[in-house]
């Protein structure tokens, strides 16, 4: 098992190495950095001032170079401009003495972002709080729903139930978050249409839509009314697929000999059901789920740019439209691990839950 | 004159489909008649959730093949007054050549929702469908080896694949899907990249077959070289020997399309790359292969003729769900802006231009919102009837 672990992880490693070096290849390709130094600098520079703009702040080194030194694996650059040092380490109140040697990722530098004019890792740690509470909530709708549903489904193959639910599971799975997102706020935030004209006319809604269409003010006080949509607008992509997971696998269960035992022993169907075939019909949709969260995290970019909830998807919009090159690559670290670490869990917990495979 | 009431705009709506339900009702009625002479596509015509996906699913494709005579009005063209008007407004310059209203009202910039829908269904079912095959093509020609041979190759392929399924799909669209990234060249690259898989494939799948009849081989291999080369010359670097020569290219692609097409084709191969390689290292297992490996057949030969087609039914079936899911990426691509041009009247897109004012308008997002919803329904009923349907045999 450990050494099962330790190759993963080692892949693992080897995954984000890879993963992040693309993005800061992609990032940092001559059109971007031409963008930057005229976004930082001004915005009439010359060709030549341009170039000189990118030398004067260490972005000529070769891109590996500078890949390390953005790692923390080599150290940052400095050069003399104009009679005073600059270094990548050097700034905040630190002169050439005093800075240190390596600053990138793994000594907890993530750099200035230059969009919202903070430390990268103030804005990443608030969005991400923001973005933790709306995952927290889509957890928490979806999961028990989608299992639910998969499971009335799948116990009696065929039937009239599994027919209604595995329509409205294909039909979710057919509708992507800006999609539902747009429906949904016309059902039930907009003033001219959907419900809430007809709920306030009939007076029983104070304000004049029942939703709220943004979440901006979840961020500070999430209620019901302004976090209800962005939840249920990503859970809704969700509960379609685990819930087809889970009816899959609850159908395979329900055919197994000791079911049949056990439905000809008389126990009771409920019985059967609950402390019978629901322990081992839930291994699968445990993986599912793990490897749901890349998925959410597509989910959670789209809703919260079209909620406006200033987590960390909309701060990877604001940073991928604006260039911001620190911030873009502090948010792709962060998501890939997310993948990488659910994909490393999902492995661990099937091999727990699933004694039949075992692991030299 | 006055607006028109929901049911006449339905009503008119229903009218301007007429070439729509003309095709449908005949291909309806031959592939009912003929149904025992077109295999599972036949059999299709027994299941009700496949027949009922797949009706959707022609209603859009003859939607796109016939859009030209549906659309009502110029899908780019603004006209004065209907900025945002309601559904069934009349036009007001009274233009008498014009269709006098606009069904589904009018978006922001005073153009027509109703054709900028009819035209959007032509953006997209010329992307996702080719895009899909694009990705087809890589994920088996990579996909068949990496399962049938093993070892260090299936590693480093794997490897591969798993990197870019780790890659959250939003971020690598908005690093790969930019103005600027056009400008370094490296769509192109991609292109070059991926666009040889097919004429591999093609290469392969005739020379493995006809390989002891060597007249037939050279004459295959010849014709799929040069189509396969002159495509690619136009599609991959936009140089098409006729450009030079008549002045006119046959192959070509928009450098922000290409883009786009790539884009979506990377993100798709590594999915069926990791099907088909599932697909052969189960099917490898078989007695037939040995049987054919006991018979000195070569490797290609046993993979491209004997274990493919015997892996084509779990194929088709994730071949419709994923033109849908890419329908769901091109959406998504437009939504955040990156899609084809701001002008385009593809869905994603359109939703994007009708999200601002959404709590005041809502029909210029919703009509293209539900047109999306129902084609990526009808694909996933589709897979679900041909699923249920290749399982019976």
């Known amino acids: 098992m450990l050494a099962f672990i330790l190759r993963r992880l080692g892949v693992m490693i080897l995954t984000a190495i890879a ?51 953005w790692l923390g694996l080599l150290p940052g650059w400095t050069r003399e401009v104009d009679g005073e040092i600059r270094g990548r380490c050097i700034g905040n109140g630190l002169t050439a003495e005093t800075a240190p040697r390596f600053c990138g990722i793994l000594q907890g530098e993530w750099g200035w972002s230059t969009v919202f004019k903070k430390p990268v890792a103030e804005i990443l740690g608030r969005s991400l709080v923001h973005t933790g509470w709306l995952m927290l909530w889509v957890m928490i709708v979806m999961v028990p729903a989608s299992l639910l549903l998969g499971v009335l489904a799948g116990m009696r193959e065929g039937s009239r139930t599994d027919r209604v ?101 008389g126990v ?46 909309w701060t990877l919009v604001q940073a991928a439209g604006n260039n911001d090159i620190n911030m873009l690559l502090a948010c792709s670290v962060v998501a890939v691990l997310v993948v990488l670490v659910t994909q490393l869990i999902s492995d661990i917990g099937y091999v727990f839950l699933n004694p039949r495979i075992r692991l030299a | 004159m006055e607006d028109l009431t929901w049911l006449s705009i339905l009503g008119r709506a229903f009218a301007q489909f007429w070439p729509v339900w003309l095709a449908l009702v005949v291909t309806f009625a031959l592939s009912i008649r003929y149904k025992r002479h077109l295999g599972l596509y036949g059999k299709l015509m027994d299941s009700t959730v496949g027949l009922f996906g797949l009706w959707i699913v022609l209603f859009w494709v003859f939607t796109a093949l016939f859009a030209d005579l549906i659309i009502t009005h110029d899908p780019l063209a603004q006209l004065s007054g209907l900025k945002n008007a309601a559904p069934g407004s009349p036009l007001t310059s009274g233009a008498d050549d014009l269709y006098p209203y606009y069904l589904f009202g009018g978006d922001s910039r005073a153009r027509d929702v109703f054709s900028r829908m009819v035209m959007g269904s032509r953006m997209v079912l010329q992307i996702a469908p080719a895009a899909t095959i694009f990705a087809f093509m890589v994920g088996i020609t990579l996909g068949l080896p990496a399962g049938y041979f093993g070892g260090k190759l299936d590693t480093l392929l794997s490897f591969l694949a798993n990197l870019v399924l780790a890659f959250p799909v939003i971020l690598l669209f908005y690093l790969l899907v930019t103005p600027e990234i056009v400008q370094t060249g490296i769509p192109m690259y991609f292109a070059a990249v991926l666009f040889v898989f097919p004429i591999i494939f093609f290469v392969v799948l005739f020379n493995s077959r006809f390989r002891t009849n060597p007249p037939r081989r050279n004459l295959l291999v010849a014709i799929t070289l040069a189509l396969g080369l002159w495509a690619y010359s136009g599609l991959a670097f936009n140089m098409d020997p006729l450009k030079y020569l008549i002045g006119s290219p046959v192959f070509s692609m928009d450098p922000n399309l290409l883009n786009v097409f790539v884009s979506v084709v990377f993100v798709n191969s590594p999915g069926v790359f990791r099907i088909v390689r599932g697909l052969v290292m189960d099917i490898k297992a078989r007695d037939y292969v040995a049987a054919g490996q006991t018979r000195g057949e070569s490797p290609w030969y046993i993979m491209l003729w004997e274990i493919l087609p015997n892996a084509r039914g779990p194929l088709i079936v994730d071949f419709c769900l994923r033109i849908g899911y890419t329908t769901i990426l091109l959406g998504t691509l437009g939504f955040f802006g990156l899609g084809v041009s701001p002008e385009s009247p593809d869905w994603g897109s359109t939703i994007n231009d009708g999200r ?17 919803m129902s084609l990526v329904l009808g694909l996933n009923l589709l897979a679900d009837g041909l699923r249920e349907e290749s399982l019976k045999d």
Do not use: C
């Not at chain 1, 940092?28 to 030549?48: Q, T």
């Not at chain 1, 004209?197 to 029983?204: E, F, Q, S």
């Not at chain 1, 699968?284 to 890349?294: D, W």
């Open chain 1, 268 to 313: 009771r169907f409920r019985d059967v059901v609950l402390k019978h075939a629901l322990r081992n019909a839930l291994i699968a949709p445990f993986t599912v789920i793990m490897l749901q969260f890349p998925w959410l995290l597509n989910g959670v970019v789209i809703v919260e740019t079209l909620f406006n909830y200033k987590g960390f998807g």
């Open chain 1, 165 to 265: 639910l595995s329509t409205f599971a294909i039909a979710t799975t057919a509708t992507p978050e800006y999609v539902s997102g747009v429906i949904f706020i016309a059902l039930f935030a907009s003033a001219t249409a959907g419900l809430s004209p007809i709920l306030a006319n009939w007076g029983l809604i104070e304000g004049k839509t029942l939703f709220q269409g943004t979440a901006t003010s979840a961020m500070d006080n999430i209620t019901f009314w302004n976090f209800g949509l962005p939840v249920i607008t990503i859970a809704l992509y969700g509960i379609g697929y685990i819930a087809r997971m889970t009816r899959a696998s609850m159908t395979e269960v329900m055919t197994q000999q000791y079911i049949r035992t056990a439905r000809l022993k």
């Open chain 1, 19 to 69: 993963l992040t070096f693309i993005v800061f290849y992609l990032t940092n390709l001559p059109p971007n950095l031409e963008k930057l130094a005229k976004s930082e600098g001004s915005v009439r520079m010359a060709d030549d001032a341009v170039a000189s703009w990118l030398e004067n702040n260490g972005f000529s080194e070769p891109v590996v170079s500078r890949y390390g030194q």
């Open chain 2, 356 to 372: 601002r004012l959404l709590s005041v308008y809502l029909h210029p997002a919703v009509v293209p919102a539900l047109a999306l």
